[in-house]
Structures are given as C-alpha cells and as structure tokens.
C-alpha cells in the first residue's frame, strides 16, 4: 500500500493541455485546391463503387467539378438529391482537409446545365401566366437552389417579382405580380 501524506496536493488537470484535431490551415494554390478536390472526388467515388472520370475547373468563386460515369442516375438521384448530397459532403470533406469553405459545385452528365434550362423554361412560362392572369403561382417542392435560380432569373423582369415564403422544406417559391 502506499503511504499517505498530510500536505499532499490533488493534481489539477488543465484544459489547455488537452488538444482538439483541427483542420490544418495551409496556404494552397489554385491548381493544388483542384488538385485536391479531384483526389477527394475520386475518394468517394472509389467508396461508392463507382467508376468514372472526374475534371475540376477553377470558376469565379468557385469550383465546378464535373463527373462523367456510365452510373450517372445513381449519382443523381431522385430530383437531384443524390448529387446534392454528394456535393455538401464533398464540401465538408474539403472544409476538413483545408480549414476553410470552399464552394464546390458538383454536376454529374450535365443535369445541373440541363436543370438550369428546365428551370429557365419553367420560370419564364409561369412569369408569362401571372402576367396574364395577374394570379399568383406558388412552385412546391424545389431545393434551395433551384430557387435561387428561379430569383435571379426573374430579378430583372418587370412585371412580375418572387418570393419565398415557408421554412425547411415546406419552404415554397410564389410568382407574383409587381405592384
């Protein structure tokens, strides 16, 4: 057994001494950030047992990164969850490895451009049906940003506005007219 002494002191542990894993800040250039999102990429990709080709270019103030596979619809998903997914996990990932946020915007077969053109069409056809009813048209179920496509699209026009109204994903798009 051990001995106890009178003026024995109880340790103090200090929080200062316990360490926490953060993300290392390194000053990277432009083609190592691509880089880097290119071997990410082909990380997850590697984990779903996809194959395919991956091509990371540098955008105003962003990344686009474009995969090309024979599984595009897996990678998509239903109404592009699947790829929304994939994209905020990508960023995540690269928030991890970086310690800063980058955005990244993730397409698959070119559904984010055919998407765009879906959701041009589809804004313009509505704007022109509440300008000849004077009706509002409230637009269910899109991801946000899809609606933020849809407001700046339609941020010029001059006789109808948008507005979102609603929260999480009750949140809901109105076409209305300009007062």
């Given at each position: 057994m051990a001995k106890k002494t009178k003026n024995a002191k109880p340790v103090k542990k200090s929080l200062k001494s316990q360490t926490v894993d953060k993300p290392v800040k390194r000053r990277l250039t432009k083609q190592t950030v691509e880089e880097t999102?290119?071997?990410?990429t082909d990380k997850l990709l590697s984990y779903?047992?996809?194959?395919?080709s991956t091509e990371v270019t540098a955008g105003q103030d962003h990344y686009n990164v474009n995969i090309t596979t024979q599984e595009s619809g897996l990678l998509i998903g239903r109404y592009g969850?699947?790829?929304?997914?994939?994209?905020?996990?990508?960023?995540?990932?690269?928030?991890?490895?970086?310690?800063?946020?980058?955005?990244v915007i993730v397409d698959v077969g070119?559904?984010?451009k055919s998407r765009q053109q879906?959701?041009?069409?589809?804004?313009?056809?509505?704007?022109?049906?509440v300008e000849a009813t004077g009706q509002p048209v409230t637009i269910p179920n899109l991801t946000p940003?899809?609606?933020?496509?849809?407001?700046?699209l339609l941020s010029q026009h001059k006789s109808v506005m948008t507005e979102s109204i609603g929260e999480g994903?009750?949140?809901?798009?109105?076409?209305?007219?300009?007062q």
């Open positions: 999102i290119k071997e990410l779903m047992q996809i194959s395919g969850e699947t790829l929304n997914s994939l994209q905020l996990l990508l960023g995540v990932m690269l928030f991890k490895k970086r310690g800063e946020w980058i955005r070119d559904y984010r879906s959701l041009s069409e589809m804004a313009q056809r509505i704007a022109g049906e940003y899809e609606r933020r496509t849809i407001h700046m994903r009750d949140r809901r798009l109105t076409i209305k007219p300009r």
